[in-house]
């Protein structure tokens, strides 16, 4: 399958690494020189210098006679004009990055229909959904799920004192409907098997039915009570789409903004809630304003560096909790080590979205984890497929995966080895990342 990214930005530059790390042929196409050798002399791809609105671009073969265009430059309209171009010169499929709010969320069907955009990439708005999911709960590293909620995905970092610690897996009193389905310890990925202990440190993902998660969530040492205060610093468009997501949850939403203008456009949409025109890092301003009381301070700027530094600065304050969003991929393992206790990569979670749309067969949904080292995918069981009619233990699925979830007639349960998968299934795969191309076409459909 040929895919072409227009646009190698930050957002553009990660999807195609992605994309041509799992073997996609990638055409990029951008119209700054410096931003196309960096392309071309770092990733395994095709790089082309132009407009990716120039009729002349559609021309060259490497770009008409391809299936998926995705659209990511820094301007909506201009990727709105490149997709329906690409549709006009028989591309297939495109998928578009929209960040303007009149547009993405009031607009979907013209952009569906009137400029043929198959798939609305907004990073800011999933970025937020992302971080209202964790908070709801409040134990939670990461939080997702799938099959329409009947299964849920929840990552904890165990604790010194944690009651799971030293015991072998097998010995463990987890719930039938949970299963202890991967952790990463010192950064390496394991799939554990009855004779493995958990350990102070590891982040260990749980799945199972989302009210048995719910019950078993509180096991593991919150930071609070309950969750009811939140500092947001930043009011950008993930702040301006987090902040009423979190007052409509009914939380105490507090958001300072230097920037007079977004406080302003903020104020305008937020019906409950203080908005504060003023600087993050002024020590007097958060401690005037109760950063030490927050339950989570939520750092949301558009400077990584800036981000770090706020969080630190709110944990130093006496806040509980503290989630970071940030841009540069290679942040993320930097700042969980310094004691930051969530962080989120915009990119990874829009990549994730390319990744499930672009791969089709029977994916429906893909969730990178640990900086894409990993990937959850909710995959159906195509009919006539080579592990239709099997049980697990006879599939010849690599050791770093784990079939840990089904889904059959609605309802969800945990599997074992002798557990026949049949057509239509609903199955939720933990995978490392490098396994992912040669593993599902295994489950996909022969007809």
């Known amino acids: 399958m040929r895919i072409v990214v227009a646009g190698a930005g930050k957002l553009g530059y990660s999807i195609a690494q992605l994309l041509a790390e799992d073997e996609f042929d990638v055409v990029v196409i951008e119209i700054d020189s410096t931003r196309k050798e960096v392309v071309q002399n770092s990733l395994d791809v095709l790089a082309i210098e132009g ?17 998926v265009l995705i659209a990511c430059t820094d301007s909506d309209e201009v990727n709105m004009i490149t997709c329906m171009m690409g549709k006009n010169h028989g591309i297939k499929h495109t998928v578009a990055r929209i960040r303007n709010v009149e547009y993405a969320v009031h607009a979907p069907q013209m952009l569906n229909h009137d400029m043929k955009i198959d798939l609305i990439l907004n990073p800011e708005r999933i970025t937020a959904t992302e971080i ?4 709801m709960t409040p134990s939670a590293l990461n939080v997702d799920d799938f099959a329409e909620g009947k299964v849920r995905m929840f990552e904890a970092k165990l604790k010194e004192n944690s009651p799971f610690a030293g015991i072998p897996l097998k010995d463990l009193k987890i719930p039938q409907d949970i299963l202890a389905a991967m ?48 500092l947001i610093i930043g009011a950008g468009r993930t702040g301006r789409f987090l902040a009423p997501m979190l007052a409509n949850q009914g939380l105490v939403v507090k958001v300072i ?53 706020l969080a630190l600065l709110a944990k130093h304050l006496g806040a509980k909790k503290t989630i970071v969003r940030v841009t540069r991929n290679e ?8 004691g930051v206790d969530v962080v989120l990569s915009s990119r990874f979670l829009s990549a994730g979205e ?64 002798n557990t026949v998968l049949q057509a239509d299934d609903r199955i939720i795969l933990f995978i490392k990342s490098e396994f992912v191309k040669t593993t599902v076409p295994l489950f996909e459909s022969r007809s």
């Open 354 to 417: 390319v990744l499930r749309f672009v791969r089709k067969g029977g994916i429906v949904s893909v969730s990178l984890l640990e900086g894409a080292q990993a990937e959850a995918l909710e995959i159906i069981v195509g009919v006539g497929s080579e592990v239709d009619g099997k049980m697990l233990r006879e599939l010849n699925l690599p050791k770093e995966s784990l079939v840990c979830a089904i889904v059959r007639d609605n309802e969800a349960y945990i599997p074992n080895g």
């Open 51 to 67: 407009n990716c609105c120039s009729p002349y671009i559609f021309e060259n073969p490497d770009v008409h006679d391809a299936d």
């Open 132 to 135: 209202e999911h964790i908070l």
């Open 331 to 338: 942040y993320i393992e930097l700042m969980e080590k310094v």
């Open 257 to 309: 903004e230097k920037n007079p203008e977004r406080c302003q456009m903020l104020s305008a949409i937020l019906d409950s809630g203080l908005v504060l025109c003023g600087d993050g890092t002024d020590i007097d301003l958060l401690t005037e304003e109760g950063v030490g009381e927050a339950d989570v301070v939520v750092c949301i700027t558009e400077d990584d560096k800036l981000n770090l530094l």
């Open 183 to 230: 952790l990463f310890r010192k950064n390496k990925m394991i799939i554990p098997r009855g004779d493995d202990m958990l350990f102070p440190g590891d982040n260990v993902y749980f799945v199972g039915k989302q009210e048995a998660i719910l019950n078993f969530e509180p096991n593991f040492a919150n930071t609070y009570d309950k969750l009811e205060k939140v």
